[in-house]
């Protein structure tokens, strides 16, 4: 059964100047899934995000959100989307629950007993009647993030939602981003460079370099072994002999090595004639470790390795 849509996106371009900041981008996001932005600082995203939200104008494109057109029904289409934009900003000399309150003025049907909640949801309920200025960075992004959920949006757009919050902190949120988005059917969309951070939050993610869209690909398929096999390390005690072993009888060439280590790309069925090979010429196995292939093996290989620094 196909998903439904909460987001569609078509052309969507930025031009400033002689600069095109976002090159016309067309993307899908379904309901219920947490879906990336992934790219280095400066790729286009938090400038994408901005169009999506109306916080700056579009050179060209359309966004729909749940059907409707933003440029048309802006009001409309706003109403079911939460969102931080880079750091959220607060009143300082309020406390949270006062901005909170604020926030929920604005907004229709907002009840009190919604911001207990929403305080609670995100990890803040002991600290937030304090105010605001003893807040750490970490507190004041989960405020960010109860903000943006305190209208039930059906969409919630988060940008670089871990900067500023600890380990255990990032896995909470990513916990909780998960069952948002499973349980309750929200349409999760988050920004990072942290290709670690998501690998383990995002069901699929878009590759954004230099404005332009490289590639949508569900995580699983990313991270999972290319089709000519998987690459292995074999610690042995001779990795010279070892590597003409491998390529005379078996065509395998050393994707690297070093001092005891040898890598190299293959299948599982092949590893029982590797070790007996070289065994059979005296060289000795130690290991043979499968090595995983990772976001960041396939976000480098999809953008040639330039952009390493990420």
Same mark, same amino acid.
């Given at each position: 059964?196909?998903?439904?849509?909460?987001?569609?996106?078509?052309?969507?371009?930025?031009?400033? /100047? *002689?600069?095109?900041?976002?090159?016309?981008?067309? !993307?899908? !996001?379904?309901? /219920?899934?947490?879906?990336?932005?992934?790219?280095?600082?400066? +790729? @286009?995203?938090?400038?994408?995000?901005?169009?999506?939200?109306?916080?700056?104008?579009?050179?060209? /494109?359309?966004?729909?959100?749940?059907? #409707?057109?933003?440029?048309?029904?802006?009001? $409309? +289409?706003?109403?079911?989307?939460?969102?931080?934009?880079?750091?959220? *900003?607060?009143?300082?000399?309020?406390?949270?629950?006062?901005?909170?309150?604020?926030?929920?003025? =604005?907004?229709?049907?907002? $009840?009190?007993?919604?911001?207990?909640?929403?305080?609670?949801?995100? /990890?803040?309920?002991?600290?937030?009647?304090?105010?605001?200025?003893?807040?750490?960075?970490?507190?004041?992004?989960?405020?960010?993030?109860?903000?943006?959920?305190?209208?039930?949006?059906? #969409?919630?757009? &988060?940008?670089?939602?871990?900067?500023?919050?600890?380990?255990?902190?990032?896995?909470?949120?990513?916990?909780?981003?998960?069952?948002?988005?499973?349980?309750?059917?929200?349409?999760?969309?988050?920004?990072?460079?942290?290709?670690?951070? =998501?690998?383990?939050?995002?069901?699929?993610?878009?590759?954004?370099? $230099?404005?332009?869209? =490289?590639?949508?690909?569900?995580?699983?398929? =990313?991270?999972?072994?290319?089709?000519?096999?998987?690459?292995?390390?074999?610690?042995?005690?001779?990795?010279?002999?070892?590597? $003409?072993?491998?390529?005379?009888?078996?065509?395998?060439? +050393? &994707?690297?090595?070093?001092?005891?280590?040898?890598?190299?790309?293959?299948?599982? *069925?092949?590893?029982?004639?590797?070790?007996?090979?070289?065994?059979?010429?005296?060289?000795?196995?130690?290991?043979?470790?499968?090595?995983?292939?990772?976001?960041?093996?396939?976000? &480098?290989?999809?953008?040639? @390795?330039?952009?390493?620094?990420?």
């Amino acid at each position: 059964m196909k998903k439904q849509n909460s987001v569609q996106i078509r052309n969507l371009t930025k031009v400033i /100047g *002689e600069r095109r900041i976002v090159d016309n981008i067309s !993307i899908d !996001i379904q309901k /219920g899934e947490v879906f990336g932005l992934l790219g280095p600082n400066g +790729a @286009g995203k938090t400038t994408t995000i901005r169009m999506i939200v109306g916080l700056i104008s579009k050179t060209n /494109g359309t966004v729909h959100i749940n059907g #409707v057109d933003s440029d048309k029904e802006f009001q $409309k +289409a706003m109403k079911n989307i939460g969102a931080i934009v880079e750091n959220p *900003e607060m009143y300082k000399y309020l406390t949270g629950y006062e901005n909170l309150l604020h926030y929920a003025r =604005m907004g229709e049907d907002i $009840k009190l007993e919604r911001i207990e909640e929403v305080a609670k949801l995100v /990890g803040l309920d002991e600290r937030i009647h304090d105010k605001v200025r003893t807040y750490s960075l970490g507190m004041r992004q989960r405020l960010g993030l109860a903000q943006a959920l305190l209208r039930k949006p059906t #969409v919630l757009i &988060l940008d670089e939602p871990t900067n500023g919050l600890d380990p255990a902190g990032i896995r909470e949120l990513r916990s909780y981003l998960r069952k948002l988005a499973k349980e309750e059917g929200v349409s999760v969309i988050v920004s990072s460079h942290l290709l670690s951070e =998501m690998e383990l939050m995002c069901d699929r993610v878009a590759i954004i370099q $230099k404005g332009r869209l =490289m590639d949508v690909r569900l995580v699983s398929e =990313m991270i999972t072994a290319p089709s000519e096999g998987t690459i292995f390390e074999i610690e042995v005690d001779n990795v010279e002999v070892a590597k $003409k072993i491998l390529n005379i009888n078996l065509e395998l060439q +050393a &994707l690297s090595y070093d001092a005891n280590r040898i890598n190299v790309q293959t299948t599982k *069925e092949t590893i029982p004639d590797i070790i007996s090979y070289l065994i059979s010429a005296g060289v000795k196995v130690y290991t043979v470790t499968p090595k995983n292939h990772t976001l960041e093996d396939a976000f &480098l290989t999809m953008t040639e @390795g330039g952009i390493s620094h990420v």
